[in-house]
């Protein structure tokens, strides 16, 4: 059974920094991709960053490239996401979720990550 435990979350003042930690139990991470999704009070939840399972290939939202950045420690079993220059905007429950398989192929789709951890709140005041 795969199990995926976010942490880090918290209430930051905008400008500040965060880093994501999710750590992955079940299947060989070291093999599958890893995305970061979001969801915002009263909206949906969005991709946010995704990484290939050797940590080669990432790609991000437009709306946090170039202050994000997502990586993987393949020997620790754990997924981060370095947030910097947090703006209100990103406040939301950040989840890590894990590819149904080992293609890095609709990473941005959400039904491609049958695993998801519970969340963690991120919260950006002004």
């Known amino acids: 059974q795969v199990q995926l435990v976010e942490s880090g979350g918290g209430l930051v003042q905008a400008g500040a920094s965060l880093r994501l930690s999710c750590a992955a139990s079940?299947?060989?991470?070291?093999?599958?991709?890893m995305g970061w999704f979001r969801q915002a009070p009263g909206k949906e939840r969005e991709f946010v960053a995704v990484?290939?399972?050797?940590?080669?290939?990432?790609d991000y939202a437009d709306s946090v490239k170039g202050r994000f950045a997502i990586s993987r420690d393949n020997a620790k079993n754990t997924l981060y996401l370095q947030m910097n220059s947090l703006k209100p905007e990103d406040t939301a429950v950040y989840y890590c979720?894990?590819?149904?398989?080992?293609?890095?192929?609709?990473?941005?789709?959400?039904?491609?990550?049958?695993?998801w951890g519970q969340g963690t709140q991120v919260t950006v005041s002004e």
């Open positions: 979720a894990q590819k149904r398989n080992t293609y890095l192929t609709d990473v941005y789709r959400q039904d491609s990550y049958p695993y």
């Open positions: 990484i290939s399972a050797r940590g080669g290939y990432t």
């Open positions: 079940g299947r060989t991470f070291s093999e599958y991709p």
